[in-house]
C-alpha cells in the first residue's frame, strides 16, 4: 500500500495529501503495455516468462505518482482476472509483532480488527472476485494467532529482511505453515523498511516460495507513528492510538489484496492496480466522534476509518460494502 510523498502507496500530492494522495503509481514509459502488480501499489512491465505475473514481486520500478484512480483497467468492471489462485475458502490472519511493543495498545486495536472484519459487509466486497471455475471467495476471515520478534533483522528491516522473520516465525514453530494465511509483520515505530516505507509506501504485500515451507504469503505494514504525514489518515484517532488505526487501514487493504491476488498473477487491472489500490486514501462516508476522530466502519464494538475497496461487479465502484 502506497501513498505518495515524494515521486513514488509526488511531491504535488503534498499539499493535499489527506484527500488527494493515493496508494498507486505505474512504470513510467507512456505506451499501452499492460502492467503486472508489484504489491506495493503499483504496476511494473512483466519480466520475460510464460504469462501474466511472472517476475512481478518486490521489483520496484520507476513509480510515478497518479492521482484518484479512474477505474480504467481491462475488464467490463474495470479489473481482470488474469488466471492465478486466489484464496477462497477463508483467509487465516497471523501477527508477527515486530520491534517494541511494551505498553503500546496496538495489539488489542489490530487484534480486535482481525477477529471482526470477516463476515462483514466490508470484507464481502471481495465475493466480487472469482477464480477460472467461477469459485467466488468466501466472505471468511479468521483471526489465528500472533507471535513476536525481538528485532531479529535489527531496526532497518530490507525486502529479504521481512522475508526472514516470516520463515523464522514458521519453521520454529511460533507461527503454523498455512496454506490459506497471510503473515503480516507489523514493525514498531523506531523500525524502518529500507526499499522505501515512508517515501514509496505504507505497507506491501507478496509471496515466496521458501525452502522447506512452499509458497508463503506475507505482508510488511509499519508503524506509521514513523511518519504520520506520510502514512496516517489522521492524528486523532477513533481508538486513540494513530499509530495503530492507521495500520488498521494498511492492514485491511494488503489482506484484501492477499485475498485475491496472493501470487500477484489473478487480479488487477492494465496498470498493475490490485483491487484495494483502484481505491486507495479513499474513505466514503465518514462519521465523527466527540474526538473529533472520524471514522467509517466498526468491527467488534470498535471504530475505524478504514480505505474503500473495489467492487468488481456492475462496472466496478469504489465502496465500503457490498
Same mark, same amino acid.
Given at each position: ?9 509526488? &511531491? =504535488?500530492? !503534498? ?12 512504470? *513510467? ?6 502492467? &503486472? ?17 511472472? +517476475?512481478? *514481486? ?8 497518479? +492521482?484518484?484512480?479512474?477505474?480504467? $483497467? ?12 486466489? %484464496?477462497?475458502? *477463508? ?7 515486530? *520491534?517494541?511493543?511494551? $505498553? ?5 486495536? !489490530? ?6 472484519? $470477516? ?7 471481495? #465475493? ?35 522475508? =526472514? ?5 514458521? =519453521? ?9 494465511? &497471510?503473515? /503480516? &509483520? !507489523? ?5 524502518? @523498511?529500507?526499499?522505501?516505507?515512508? #517515501? ?13 515451507? +512452499?509458497?508463503?504469503?506475507?505482508? /510488511? ?11 496516517? @489518515? ?14 488498521? =487501514? %494498511? ?5 484484501? @489484496? ?13 496498470? $498493475? ?10 474513505? +466514503?462516508?465518514?462519521k465523527k466522534l466527540s474526538s473529533g476522530a472520524l471514522y467509517n466502519v466498526v468491527f467488534g464494538g470498535s471504530n475505524f476509518l478504514i480505505q474503500q475497496n473495489w467492487v468488481n461487479a456492475s462496472g466496478g465502484y469504489c465502496a465500503m460494502s457490498y
Amino acid at each position: 500500500m502506497r501513498r505518495i510523498v515524494v515521486t513514488a502507496f509526488a &511531491v =504535488s500530492c !503534498l499539499a493535499a495529501m489527506a484527500s488527494s494522495a493515493v496508494d498507486a503509481g505505474v512504470v *513510467g514509459g507512456g505506451n499501452d503495455d499492460e502492467l &503486472v502488480p508489484t504489491g506495493k501499489g503499483w504496476g511494473e512491465r512483466p519480466a520475460p516468462g510464460p504469462g501474466p505475473g511472472q +517476475g512481478a *514481486g518486490q521489483g520496484e520500478g520507476n513509480a510515478q505518482g497518479q +492521482g484518484k484512480p479512474s477505474g480504467a $483497467g481491462g475488464g467490463t468492471n474495470g479489473i481482470s482476472y488474469h488466471g492465478g489462485p486466489l %484464496i477462497l475458502n *477463508g483467509t487465516n490472519i497471523y501477527y508477527i509483532w515486530y *520491534g517494541n511493543w511494551s $505498553g503500546n495498545t496496538a495489539d488489542a486495536i !489490530l487484534s480486535t480488527l482481525a477477529q471482526g472484519i $470477516g463476515g462483514s459487509a466490508y470484507f464481502n466486497i471481495n #465475493t466480487t472476485y472469482y477464480d477460472g471455475s467461477n469459485r467466488h471467495i468466501s466472505n471468511t476471515v479468521n483471526y489465528k494467532g500472533a507471535t513476536s520478534d525481538n528485532y531479529s533483522q535489527g531496526t532497518a528491516l530490507s525486502d529479504a529482511g521481512v522475508q =526472514s522473520v516470516v520463515a523464522s516465525a514458521i =519453521s520454529t514453530g511460533k507461527l503454523p505453515n498455512d496454506a490459506n494465511g &497471510v503473515y /503480516f &509483520v !507489523l514493525t514498531s515505530a523506531d523500525v524502518n @523498511e529500507t526499499s522505501g516505507f515512508c #517515501t514509496q509506501y505504507c505497507g506491501w504485500h507478496t509471496h515466496s516460495a521458501i525452502t522447506g515451507l +512452499g509458497d508463503v504469503k506475507y505482508s /510488511f505494514v509499519g508503524n506509521p507513528d514513523r511518519c504520520p504525514s506520510a502514512c496516517a @489518515e489522521q492524528t486523532t484517532s477513533p481508538n486513540g492510538n494513530a499509530g495503530a488505526d492507521g495500520m488498521a =487501514s %494498511i492492514i485491511a487493504h494488503e489482506l484484501e @489484496e492477499a485475498t485475491t491476488d496472493p501470487d500477484l498473477n489473478a487480479w488487477y487491472d492494465r496498470r $498493475g492496480y490490485e483491487n484495494a489500490d483502484k481505491c486507495a486514501w479513499t474513505f +466514503g462516508t465518514e462519521k465523527k466522534l466527540s474526538s473529533g476522530a472520524l471514522y467509517n466502519v466498526v468491527f467488534g464494538g470498535s471504530n475505524f476509518l478504514i480505505q474503500q475497496n473495489w467492487v468488481n461487479a456492475s462496472g466496478g465502484y469504489c465502496a465500503m460494502s457490498y
